[in-house]
């Protein structure tokens, strides 16, 4: 069987309209109830007993890219 895919290309990645004769705008509808779904009120964390002993092992360096990307966006922390 071979597929049929519709393509819009963009800057980064090509979007895909329609795979196979589904077209996107067929589940136009779905997608707006995904949307006004309120999130849950209850939070979940994980967490350690506090007895638990925890040993650092080890610190990655941040990368030249990292670096270069958080100092530029001002994301960073600075020390």
């Given at each position: 069987?071979?597929?049929?895919?519709?393509?819009?290309?963009?800057?980064?990645?090509?979007?895909v309209?329609?795979?196979?004769?589904?077209?996107?705008?067929?589940?136009?509808?779905?997608?707006?109830?995904?949307?006004?779904?309120?999130?849950?009120a209850?939070?979940?964390?994980?967490?350690?007993?506090?007895?638990?002993q925890v040993?650092?092992?080890?610190?990655?360096?941040?990368?030249?890219?990292?670096?270069?990307l958080?100092r530029r966006?001002?994301?960073?922390?600075?020390?």
């Open positions: 069987m071979k597929n049929s895919v519709e393509l819009i290309p963009t800057d980064s990645l090509p979007l309209i329609t795979l196979n004769g589904h077209s996107l705008s067929d589940y136009r509808q779905e997608a707006q109830s995904y949307a006004l779904e309120r999130a849950s209850t939070q979940a964390s994980i967490r350690g007993e506090e007895s638990e040993e650092l092992r080890q610190i990655r360096r941040e990368t030249p890219e990292e670096h270069a958080n966006t001002g994301c960073a922390k600075r020390s």
